[in-house]
């Protein structure tokens, strides 16, 4: 089976879906592309619960094997990446020439995908559902329909795998260096601070046999967050539940506004981590290696301007890092605003992209909060001017 998992990963541009190629994806713009998984016959399709406003959420069913795995996307409206994934995971199964693939795992595992659990949110690209609450910090109380609805499912068909899918922001890098984690993993805490438990355990080695996979071939940067308890926390309390658990945080990659590139990273996780409980080889990972995965930081900018003067009379040496956020305007366009996020010495900070002002001056004040628009001159060289975060 390995071999075929090899060549799906290789020739993932042919069988990738052709119709969800930008970041965001409400639930207007999925609805239709869920509609047409109804009609693959290895597929079962049902509403298992509604949002606040609601929107129906559904369950995907593939396979009749005894592994059973529930994997859930997009509790974050506006983290899509996996959703997308997802998708791609499905375009797969469906392509001919892996019919024999296709068999193979529906022979071992069975998935249960849960894609888009917040539909209101996500129609709306903001994080939290239409009550603003944070569905991932709502395990515990479980006021909001649609943690009850993953916590129903969970409970009825008590998996042997879990997967918390989301996005994380653009500022996560891999500790120390200036590269983006294009994927993060976590095998949540249980509040247990004197040992792992076994699930917590068997989590890192799935863990470490994912990402040792991803060293071999990609140049993606590849982190870990740390074992913080989070007591409110969707992941974190069912792993205390004792249901294995994988959080995957798809990432940022330079040129990749879109995160096409972090979406075959994560449809190379899922397809992995199918394999991996299929045929049983997760328990060849370690729990060592697991803790030598470098850790996520949070070090990175969407833009550093370095070494620049502030526009004032005693000469005050500062850098700048802009931060870039996406909302949709009344018509349902996707728009970019940058603020300037922090001032002064960031010299162990990255850049996406980095502009070094060494020698320049700011001609305007500038301050936290507001938008990055500002010139920098300079006696022997051009001025730079920077536009809603953009150099001009
Ligand atoms: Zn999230």
């Known amino acids: 089976m390995k071999k075929l998992i090899n060549e799906a990963s290789e020739n993932y541009r042919d069988f ?80 001919s020439g892996f019919s024999e693939l296709r068999n193979q795992l529906s022979n071992k595992i069975e998935l249960i995908a849960i894609p888009m659990l917040n539909p209101d949110g996500a129609e709306r690209y903001q994080r939290r559902t239409a009550l603003d609450i944070d569905p991932n910090r709502d395990a515990v109380r479980q006021q909001t329909p649609e943690i009850q609805t993953l916590f129903s499912i969970i409970e009825a068909e008590k998996p042997d795998w879990c997967f918390n899918m989301h996005d994380q922001r653009n500022l996560f890098n891999v500790s120390g260096e200036n590269t983006p984690a294009t994927i993060s993993f976590l095998s949540p805490s249980t509040n247990d601070k004197t040992h792992f438990t076994t699930n917590q355990k068997e989590a890192m080695q799935l863990i470490d046999c994912l990402t040792s996979d991803f060293a071999k071939k990609a ?88 070494n620049v003067m502030l526009n004032n009379s005693k000469r005050t040496l500062v850098d700048i890092g802009v931060e870039y956020s996406e909302t949709l305007n009344s018509s349902g366009q996707v728009v970019v605003t940058s603020i300037i996020k922090d001032l002064g010495d960031l010299s162990h900070y990255f850049g996406y992209q980095e502009i070094d002002a060494k020698g320049g001056q700011l001609t305007t004040t500038i301050s936290l909060g507001l938008e990055a628009n500002f010139e920098i001159e300079f006696e022997n060289k051009p001025t730079i001017l920077v536009r809603n975060g953009c150099m001009k």
Request: aromatic residues 10%; positive net charge; proline residues 4%.
């Open 219 to 306: 140049s993606v940067g590849i982190a870990r967050f740390t074992h913080e308890f989070y007591p409110t926390a969707t992941g974190d309390n069912i792993q205390k539940m004792g249901f294995r658990t994988v959080l995957v945080e798809s990432g940022g990659f330079r040129g990749d506004s879109n995160r096409n590139v972090s979406r075959e990273v994560c449809f190379n996780a899922i397809v992995n981590a199918c394999y991996l409980i299929a045929s049983d080889s997760w328990n060849k990972g370690a729990v060592d290696n697991y803790l030598k995965i470098p850790e996520n930081d949070t070090k990175l900018f969407d833009v550093l301007v370095k």
């Open 16 to 95: 990738k879906h052709p119709n969800i190629n930008s970041k965001k994806l409400t639930y207007t713009e999925f609805a239709p592309q869920l509609e047409k998984l109804k009609a693959l016959n290895f597929l079962t399709v049902k509403q298992i619960g509604v949002s606040i406003e609601r929107r129906p959420i559904h369950s995907i069913r593939f396979g009749k094997g005894p592994k059973k795995i529930i994997l859930w996307t997009q509790m974050h409206g506006n983290e899509a990446t996996a959703t997308r994934a997802l998708f791609d995971f499905f375009s797969l199964l469906q392509s």
